[in-house]
């Protein structure tokens, strides 16, 4: 029963650590395969390969299970990772994923900037510690523009902003940016500024940094919730700091940080043949 499972796994789980995942989107990973393993077992086909009809029976019934369209699409995520790796190391003849429907092809995805591009629009704003704060809480946090110009001092404790019912949490370079920008804004606003200052600093900081799509406070939310995604934050922790009563917009953000992911785990397993 354990004799392609548990290669497979303990294979995946050392892909997933060399290529630096964090440790819990290696967790979530091992924990969806898991579930899929049990499945396999009560199918009593413990020691099969799944084939694409397993997979799409197993996500019918977590779906009669009443799991929700961003677990589902976490689950999918999983597949596409695991399944994919171990048909590269031709541990088995091909992915089952590859045939399996994908359901939200009719949408159109929601764009973002890559690693690099967020990188560089960072650094382009550095000499400013106003707008290099303002574009780290944009990017970090994916604070809608309308309230990080109503942003309080008040509303700050620590690592940890309080913005409309919700409790969203900084990183060290958030932070570090933020304290250094106060440090020289001695009002109770964090930043005074209008929204339309906001978009015009977008497109100034847009064509310093070299990105030719157009930026918008918008897009660099879009960005600030994918890019969590892919480093492993929970899909409902994110919708708790998003703020995000639609399923369906989570849902998006979702299939779109599957793709990134995806294609990270695909550039990394190219770079270690060279």
Known sequence: MQSWWTPALKEF??????????PLTIHGYLRD???????MIAQGR????PGTSDLRRWLAALQEAEATGATLARKRSTLAAFFGFVAG?????ESPVDKLEHPMHEYELPQTLSRAQVAALLHVTEPSPRDHALFQILLGCGLRVSEVCALARSQIDHRLLYVAGRVV???????AALEAWLA????PQVFPIKQRMVRILCEKYRELAGIPEQVTPSLLRHTS??????????????KLRFGHEREDVLVHYINRANQLREHELRSWQQESLL
Do not use: F, Y
Not at 33 to 39: I, K, S
Not at 46 to 49: I, L, Q
Not at 89 to 93: A, D, G, M, V, Y
């Open 13 to 22: 789980e050392r892909h997933l650590r060399a290529a630096n995942r964090r």
């Open 33 to 39: 395969l898991e579930q899929l393993r049990a499945w």
């Open 46 to 49: 413990g020691s099969d390969v």
């Open 89 to 93: 190391e031709k541990l088995i003849p």
């Open 169 to 175: 949490p900084m990183t060290l370079e958030v932070q």
């Open 184 to 187: 020289q804004e001695p009002g």
């Open 225 to 238: 919730a994918v890019w969590q995604l892919v480093d492993g934050v929970d899909p409902e922790q994110l």
